[in-house]
């Protein structure tokens, strides 16, 4: 998993608490302003300590790092946006997920794989 822009005290560690349900090991991170960044990883509780947390200055190294090795995939709402539903894990995959408000950036939509559309309803 990948996080672009998630600096939020509470988003990451929410995060980090489901990749520790569903086994994801490693999460990406980057924030174009390092100064946001603010990560209260006692909110994560025990799976702050079973996720390995990778912070980079930029997403373009973590494309780097990981497309050779991944299908990279970004959560978008958009026209070309594959369901769900639609889409199989089959082979080593990063999902890239923006914040809430400002969502992922043009140039990380336009460097993926793919673009998926993950609905969510209620509240975790």
Do not use: W
Not at 29 to 41: N, V
Not at 42 to 66: E, R, T, W
Not at 71 to 97: K, R
């Amino acid at each position: 998993m990948v996080t672009e822009n998630v600096h939020k005290p509470y988003n990451l560690p929410a995060f980090i608490r489901i990749c520790n349900t569903v086994g994801i090991g490693d999460v990406n991170c980057d924030s174009t302003d390092p100064k946001k960044t603010d990560i209260h990883l006692k909110a994560a509780g025990d799976s702050s300590h079973q996720v390995k947390l990778h912070f980079h200055d930029s997403i373009k190294v973590i494309y780097q790092i990981l497309k050779k090795d991944f299908t990279i995939l970004a959560t978008h709402v958009g026209e070309n946006n594959i369901d769900q539903c639609s889409f199989y894990l089959t082979e080593p995959t990063a999902i890239i997920i923006g914040n809430e408000l400002d969502r992922l950036t043009s140039e990380t939509i336009e460097n993926v794989d793919d673009q998926i559309a993950i609905s969510t309803l209620g509240m975790i």
